[in-house]
């Protein structure tokens, strides 16, 4: 790297500091403690269970003092002596708080571990009845000192997927549990620069002895925000005549009163139609006209089934194509009890691929959109509804298919009252081998590839439809009214990306 380009980059982390930006993709990847009415926080697989978001390793991510992922070399160690007694517990956590304050690493928490001996130590976390037993950092700093309490704690033990943040200890032993502890530095901002850091937890219980490593955090993604990457849409200002593009196959942005009859099939009749304005107080901002609007009622399932099938309208089924929609969530979008099914791409041919008919690679195959619960309260990622593909393919273990959150950047993660440009990928594989793709863009950023996919085992399948498909379930119905808004679809041969005015 040239010395130009690297003070670009450095002007260009400062900047990300200065602005609060690094904070703010921090804590999209910070571990969740989990609340006390789901099991919904970090465990020994997940560091946030709600956004379906994996650890890279069995019982959780961390980086030792020399920057090693899962190193051995503490930022600093307690010797635990198993002595029955109830007592206060030390480490010196001066440099990981400093590399915190400097922005050498992103903070995201303390991950204490044992790195020698055989014993369980037990501490009390923020949740005891007993506030002299919470954790504590103990900060010095050139403008005076503070004591910190923890704002999140839990453990990872290795014997269960529960998740223990609502728990009144936290526990470490050799192998079988991991301690993780954050606080909110920002609490500590009038104290200036750092010059000491303790960590102090309370021992409650020891059953044998054991030395206790403090590492840091290293859970999630560190990608940094990046442009869009534009495709066929920008050479149409708004989608204008974008339908005229050699590679795209079909368009629509719902403006004809008719809009049914360029699809295949469409409806049903009772839970869409065409707005260009809120008429029912959910935050609707038209995109650009008309948009179709989707119902999910109270006490029901199906809400939008609508087919493009590419033999009746073009002649042929292709092997590759691009879908992209723009997609808003209402105001009344909150999925309490249950996932469901969004827009996609499939080849069910009415045998196999969706409700629990199980692809066996010859019969039929699906790629259609999912939603999860929507993440509750208290969670990093709070109030946003996960999308990801839900897919039914030749390698399926189960009755029903596979679900992939597009968790890439955490760009799969939509809030309510907003637009995107949601973009999804089908390249079918050769029939028989895992090289089939799938890939999906959120406002032109990519969230999602796969690309050993075995969606077949004969090329008699083929890519049938595209499925504007919203479905709740699963087997529970949606327990309130909540409404979705779609526009400017567009199906094409080549990446078509977001809309891009022209300058």
């Keep these: 790297m040239q010395p130009s380009t690297l003070s670009r980059v450095f002007f260009f ?7 609060g930006t690094l904070s703010a993709m921090a804590e999209q990847s910070d571990w969740a403690e989990g609340t006390a009415e789901h099991n919904d926080g970090a465990n020994r697989e997940h560091y946030n269970l709600a956004a379906s978001l994996r650890w890279k390793h069995f019982l959780g991510d961390w980086c030792d003092a020399e920057g090693t992922e899962q190193g051995e070399v503490a930022y600093a160690v307690a010797e635990v002596v198993d002595d029955d007694i109830r007592k206060p517990v030390r480490w010196d956590v001066t440099n990981l708080v400093k590399q915190w304050g400097d922005a050498t690493h992103p903070d995201q928490g303390v991950f204490l571990r044992v790195i020698d001996g055989s014993g369980r130590i037990a501490f009390g976390s923020r949740e005891s009845s007993d506030a002299t037993l919470h954790p504590k950092l103990e900060l010095t700093g050139e403008g005076g000192a503070v004591r910190l309490d923890a704002v999140a704690d839990t453990f990872l033990p290795k014997s269960t997927y529960r ?23 920002n609490q ?11 960590l102090v937890l309370q021992s409650t219980q020891q059953f044998g002895s054991a030395s206790v490593g403090v590492f840091r955090c290293n859970q999630g993604e560190r990608f940094l925000p990046s442009s869009p990457v534009f495709g066929i849409a920008a050479k149409y200002e708004n989608d204008r005549r974008i339908e005229d593009d050699p590679d795209v196959i079909f368009a629509t942005g719902f403006e004809q009163p008719n809009w049914e009859n360029e699809w295949t099939q469409a409806g049903p009749d009772s839970k869409v139609d065409t707005v260009d304005a809120d008429t029912r107080s959910e935050g609707f901002l038209p995109l650009q006209g008309m948009a179709l609007r989707s119902r999910i009622a109270q006490g029901e399932f199906t809400a939008l089934n609508t087919l493009y099938k590419f033999e009746e309208r073009i002649g042929s ?4 194509v691009y879908f992209r929609y723009y997609l808003r969530l209402a105001d009344d979008w909150n999925q309490t009890i249950q996932g469901g099914k969004l827009p996609g791409i499939s080849g069910t041919y009415g045998r196999a691929g969706w409700g629990g008919r199980k692809s066996n690679g010859k019969d039929g195959w699906s790629a259609r959109g999912l939603f999860r619960q929507t993440i509750p309260e208290g969670n990093p990622l709070a109030g946003r509804t996960p999308i990801g593909f839900y897919c039914y393919h030749a390698d399926m273990e189960g009755t029903y298919g596979a679900n992939w959150v597009w968790s890439q950047g955490y760009r799969g993660y939509l809030t309510t009252n907003r637009w995107y440009a949601i973009e999804q990928q089908c390249r079918l594989n050769t029939p028989g081998d895992k090289d089939g793709i799938l890939r999906a863009w959120v406002d032109g950023q990519l969230a999602f590839e796969k690309t050993d996919v075995r969606f077949r085992l004969t090329d008699e399948l083929r890519i049938e439809q595209i499925w504007l498909n919203l479905y709740h379930g699963g087997k529970t119905a949606s327990p309130h009214d909540q409404h979705i808004f779609l526009d400017n679809v567009v199906i094409a041969k080549k990446y078509i990306g977001p809309m891009a005015k022209q300058p």
């Excluded at 982390?13 to 602005?19: E, R």
């Excluded at 998740?163 to 530095?185: K, T, Y």
């Excluded at 500590?188 to 000491?196: F, K, L, V």
């Design 13 to 19: 982390f400062a900047v990300l500091v200065s602005t």
């Design 163 to 185: 998740c223990q943040g609502q728990a009144d200890e936290l526990r470490v032993s050799s192998e079988s549990e991991n301690l993780l502890i954050r606080f909110n530095m």
């Design 188 to 198: 500590a901002a009038d104290i200036g620069t750092i010059t000491n850091a303790k």
């Design 317 to 320: 089924e292709p092997e590759e």
